[in-house]
C-alpha cells in the first residue's frame, strides 16, 4: 500500500512544474519572461503564458509571426514562420490572438512579430563532486 502511494505522489509532483509554467502569478511560480517586438504595438494582451512543455523542461524560444489587423484591432490571418522549436508555435498564435491593438479606418496586411520566450534562472542550485 506504501508503494502505490509513493507511486502516486511521484505521479503528483511530475504535474507540478506544468502547473507553475503555466501560472506565472503564483508564488511557487518559476520566473519566466515573453517579449515581443513588433511593428504594430498592441494596445494591450492577455495574461501571457509559456508553453507547458517548455517550461517543464527549461527551453529558452522564439518564433516569427505574421498577421493582419483588422480595423476592430484583431488580428487575423495569423500565420506562425520561422520558430527555434515546435513546441513554441501554437503558443505564438495564441498570444498574438489575444493582442488587441488600435482601431484603424481598415485592415492592416503584413504585420510581423518577434515572440521570445525565456525562463528564468531555477530556483534550486545543483553542484556536482568531484
Not at 507511486?7 to 503555466?22: E, F, K, N, R
Request: proline share 7%.
Amino acid at each position: 500500500m506504501k508503494l502505490i502511494h509513493a507511486i502516486l505522489g511521484v505521479g503528483a509532483a511530475s504535474l507540478l512544474p506544468t502547473a507553475l509554467a503555466q501560472t506565472p502569478s503564483s508564488p511557487d511560480a518559476r520566473p519566466f519572461t515573453v517579449s515581443f517586438s513588433s511593428d504594430i504595438a498592441p494596445l494591450d494582451h492577455a495574461d501571457l503564458r509559456y508553453p507547458s512543455y517548455a517550461g517543464v523542461r527549461n527551453l529558452d524560444g522564439s518564433c516569427e509571426v505574421k498577421f493582419a489587423v483588422n480595423p476592430a484591432g484583431k488580428a487575423d490571418a495569423i500565420r506562425v514562420g520561422e520558430c527555434s522549436s515546435d513546441v513554441f508555435r501554437g503558443a505564438a498564435k495564441k498570444t498574438v490572438e489575444a493582442m488587441r491593438f488600435a482601431p484603424r479606418e481598415s485592415t492592416v496586411d503584413n504585420a510581423s512579430m518577434k515572440i521570445h520566450w525565456a525562463m528564468g534562472e531555477p530556483s534550486v542550485r545543483t553542484a556536482s563532486l568531484d
